[in-house]
């Protein structure tokens, strides 16, 4: 099987050039027309195999559940936009109640906005409200929006913020990236030389951590290349906030919501946030995206945050809907992520061991991400050799992402067949198997 692009998806893509501004589109010729469960269909009849998981939005299957899309239509028709933050309205309070039971105790207020970013956002103001200080410490290679507050925080790519500066009020350090450790270290040995350069160098000789209010951290990065850190790392980075009075922002947008095994990523290093943000999974599929803060931080004063959308009451009936199924199927889809995520796991160590092209394989629960090189003993990138994988993926019916400079992500819905989750390693083995050999012979 080759799949090429039929006629409608060509004239679609023509048009989109006209009349749309660039975006983040993909080099393939997906143009996406209907799906469901781990399957979906182009609008010229192909079918694909879903490893994408449309960005860790449909953790669930694609296009969410029945009883998600049931709820969302029946809001529909009673009511869909409430002006949340102008009008009382019981249904996101009542989500609002589900959703605490489900985090660390402790925590007792939330915010809700229409995205990822604007959860960021959101955070980023509420840190300064709650301590009184101005400056937001992130890392490289997380991304955590495009709009400007998190903008200033994103560090994964130079294309994402050139054009868009200055930005003052954002610090960075490395992050525990130790397949490419900057230091030229390896851990356990490295004795965490990253929060080492933290302590000595950020905090000593550029930002006093008197004026740091935050620490945001990825629980494993996402966009720069799902990196999984040591729980050591993280449990440090908890301590230096305790230290100096930070609080701690745990990003959740990609990484929460079950996909690596927990509710919660950041449960897997046993470390508390003091501010936890989501979205992407969150409304099944609808726009939503929440900001999660600890009780005993208080609450912000009348008017210094709010929006239009936020608590939007169609959304808020399908992410009611995608956590009751969460809730009620937690124990199962736990042994299920570790099932399925143990088998990629497998499959791709042992691709590892018959194809030089794959440098490393890491994640946690169904977040896992290999990454290509051209020499395993520089690591030079395989940026284009990443591309023509999923270029060779797509002619044969799955679909996937990249990330970082040249890592694929895994992640196909938590619910994946394993039926499907198997044709799927088996397409992509083909496609490494034929850049790795045609790779050898430059």
Not at 87 to 100: C, H, K, Q, T
Not at 263 to 289: E, Q, R, S
Request: overall charge positive; hydrophobic content about 40%; some cysteine.
């Amino acid at each position: 099987m080759s799949i090429t692009p039929g006629r409608r998806a060509r004239q679609v893509i023509k048009r989109d050039s006209r009349v749309i501004l660039t975006t983040t589109r993909e080099h393939f010729p997906f143009v996406v027309d209907r799906g469901e469960g781990d399957h979906i269909y182009d609008v010229d009849g192909n079918k694909f195999i879903d490893f994408s998981s449309f960005i860790s939005v449909y953790n669930l299957g694609v296009n969410s559940t029945e009883e998600v899309r049931k709820e969302a239509k029946k809001q529909i028709d009673r009511l869909m936009h409430g002006a949340f933050t102008d009008y009382y309205s019981e249904l996101p309070v009542r989500f609002a109640e589900n959703l605490i039971k489900v985090m660390p105790s402790g925590f007792g207020k939330v915010f809700y906005s229409n995205s990822g970013t604007e959860a960021n956002e959101a955070a980023i103001k509420f840190a300064r409200i709650f301590t009184g200080r101005q400056y937001t410490l992130a890392f490289h290679g997380s991304f955590h929006g495009r709009t400007m507050g998190s903008l200033a925080l994103t560090a994964s790519k130079t294309v994402q913020r050139e054009r868009f500066g200055p930005f003052n009020s954002a610090i960075h350090a490395p992050y525990a990236y130790c397949y490419r450790c900057p230091f030229g270290k390896e851990y356990p040995s490295c004795g965490m030389a990253c929060v080492d350069y933290i302590k000595k160098e950020v905090l000593a000789k550029e930002t006093s951590p008197k004026e740091i209010s935050a620490i945001f951290m990825e629980p494993v990065l996402g966009e720069g290349g799902y990196v999984v850190p040591p729980k050591e790392f993280v449990y440090v980075i908890r301590k230096l906030a305790d230290e100096h009075g930070m609080l701690l922002v745990s990003a959740e947008v990609q990484a929460g919501y079950m996909r690596t095994g927990k509710f919660l990523a950041l449960d897997n290093f046993n470390v508390k946030a003091d501010i936890y943000t989501m979205a992407k999974a969150v409304g099944g599929g609808i726009p939503m995206g929440v900001t999660i803060t600890r009780r005993s931080l208080g609450d912000i004063p009348a008017g210094a945050h709010s929006n239009t959308f936020g608590g939007n009451l169609v959304a808020v009936a399908a992410a009611q809907a995608s956590l009751a199924y969460v809730r009620s199927h937690r124990q199962e889809l736990e042994r299920g992520i570790r099932s399925r995520g143990g088998t990629i796991m497998e499959r791709l160590e042992d691709m590892k061991t018959r194809y030089e092209i794959i440098g490393d394989v890491r994640g946690l629960g169904m977040m896992i991400g290999v990454e290509f090189v051209r020499d395993r003993k520089t690591k030079e990138f395989a940026r284009s050799e990443r591309d023509e994988i999923i270029g060779e993926c797509f002619k044969s019916g799955l679909i996937l992402l990249p990330a970082g400079e040249s890592t694929i992500r895994i992640i196909p819905p938590l619910t994946v067949a394993m039926s499907n989750l198997g044709e799927g390693l088996d397409i992509l083995e083909n496609a490494v198997k034929k850049v790795n050999g045609a790779a050898k012979r430059r």
